[in-house]
Structure formats: C-alpha cells, structure tokens
C-alpha cells in the first residue's frame, strides 16, 4: 500500500514548485489574477507547461462490474483523483488510487494518459484515455486499461457528479463502472503574492 501513496506523494511534490506560478497564468479575471481555486476534473489549460500543476479530487460513490459468472457485483469506493496537464491543448495525465472497503485496503492504482476534447472551462468534462492498472491479473502487476468519464461540474459546493466506464485489456475482464460524486481537495486555493 506504500508504493501507491508515495507515488502520488511524489508526483504532487514534483508539481509544487510549479503550481504557484501557475496560478497567476491560469486566472480567468483580473479580480482572480492571484488566486487559483480548485475544480474537479480540472488539470489545467496546458499552455507552455511540460507538466503543470497537480489538481486533487476526492471521489466516494458505487463501484459496479459483472462478475464471471454474469451477476452483478456492487460496492461502494473511495478515490484520490490526480490529474495533470502536459502542455498540449486537451491531453492530460491522471493517476487514481481507488479503495473498495468491501474488497480490503489495499488499493487499485491506475496512471492513464487522456484526451479531452470539451473547453475545460466549460461546466461539462468528458476525456477517453489508456494507461495502466493494478489489481486486474492474478499477480500484483500492472496490465492494460482504457477508460471513458463524464461529469457535470455543478456550481453546489464544487460537487461533480461523474460516471467511468473502464476495462482492464487482460483477457476475461468485465466492463467496470464507477458512479461518483468528486470534489476538489481544499489546498489546492492558493494565493500568489
């Protein structure tokens, strides 16, 4: 359970350095110009960064599949939510770690390199991407994962409702489907002399 926390720990501190300057370069008024506030789903607006600054979520909702033998499996989920942009218009980057309480603590963790092709200005986010994932083969090893999400940033709280459709590309895996409500985490308001 170490490796996949610590991996997350380093990716935010490799970004720190980073995101206070790209505070200022990302407000969208000048009454904002010093102050940047987190949004769900949000790696940033990808203008001259190789990797810009981290944004958090933290996800809670029902974690859905088909078990093999075709009844439906439901559990409830808990996810920290990476996501970084690259410097290309709408390709992002994202690492989850997501805990299913039913299941255990140890947690599935998944990097995946994603398009998304709305403004990501706009109250609506969609991304496809490919990556990997742990947890889907009969060892602790990564294999293959594509993913689908959308979401509806709504302006209660910063609360977003989401669905992810993902499958694991190993042979014999089930369409999995995350129903989830995501919220940004609150450091993520900084304020830029």
């Known amino acids: ?3 996949p926390v610590t991996l997350l720990a380093l990716m935010a501190l490799v970004a720190q350095p980073l995101t206070r300057a790209a505070a200022q370069h990302d407000s969208t008024s000048e009454s904002e110009e010093h102050v940047f506030h987190g949004r769900t789903f949000f790696p940033g607006k990808g203008a001259g960064w190789t990797f810009g600054y981290p944004s958090v979520d933290v996800n809670v909702g029902l974690y859905s599949t088909r078990t093999p033998a075709d009844s439906t499996y439901n559990k ?3 996810r920290a939510h990476v996501a970084m942009n690259t410097g290309i218009p709408h390709v992002a ?3 989850d770690v997501n805990w299913i309480p039913a299941v255990g603590t140890t947690p599935v963790v998944s990097f995946v390199g994603q398009i998304d092709p709305l403004s ?5 986010y969609a991304s496809v991407g490919a990556g990997l994932i742990t947890g889907h083969a009969a060892t602790d090893k990564f294999v293959g994962w594509a993913q689908a999400v959308v979401a509806y940033r709504t302006s209660i709280h910063e609360l977003t409702p989401f669905v ?3 499958h694991a590309l190993n042979s014999g ?3 999995e489907l995350l129903f989830g409500i995501a919220h940004p985490i609150a450091p993520y308001l900084f304020h830029v002399p």
């Open 1 to 3: 359970m170490q490796r």
């Open 164 to 166: 992810q459709a993902g």
């Open 93 to 95: 980057v994202s690492a």
């Open 120 to 124: 990501r200005e706009s109250d609506f």
């Open 173 to 175: 895996r089930k369409f």
């Open 76 to 78: 409830a989920f808990l």
